[in-house]
């Protein structure tokens, strides 16, 4: 039976190799969409930019705001995911 289900699926075999590597690639899409360290990364370039005086207060507050909004999002994402 097993040779038979082989022989039978082999003309759909390439269809499910695509498949696989679609689903390897979403996977690792997530994987760097829903990665914490790059945001925490610009969190601290915008607070060195901010001491240095390239930016202004306000314009440090909206960014931090968006920056603290996609670590929330990011948790969320990973305690459903738990």
């Known amino acids: 039976m097993g040779l038979l289900t082989q022989l039978?699926?082999?003309?759909?075999?390439p269809v499910r190799?695509?498949?696989w590597a679609a689903q390897r690639?979403?996977?690792?899409?997530?994987?760097?969409y829903y990665d914490p360290?790059?945001?925490w990364r610009e969190l601290a370039d915008l607070e060195?930019?901010?001491l240095?005086?390239?930016i202004d207060q306000d314009a440090f507050d909206l960014r931090e705001d968006?920056?603290?909004d996609r670590l929330t999002?990011?948790?969320?994402?990973?305690?459903?995911?738990?």
């Not at 039978?8 to 075999?13: I, S």
């Open 8 to 13: 039978l699926t082999l003309p759909v075999a």
């Open 17 to 19: 190799a695509v498949l």
């Open 25 to 32: 690639v979403a996977d690792k899409a997530e994987d760097e």
């Open 37 to 39: 360290a790059p945001v």
């Open 48 to 50: 060195q930019r901010l």
């Open 52 to 54: 240095r005086g390239e």
């Open 66 to 68: 968006e920056l603290i």
């Open 73 to 82: 999002e990011i948790a969320e994402f990973r305690r459903q995911v738990s």
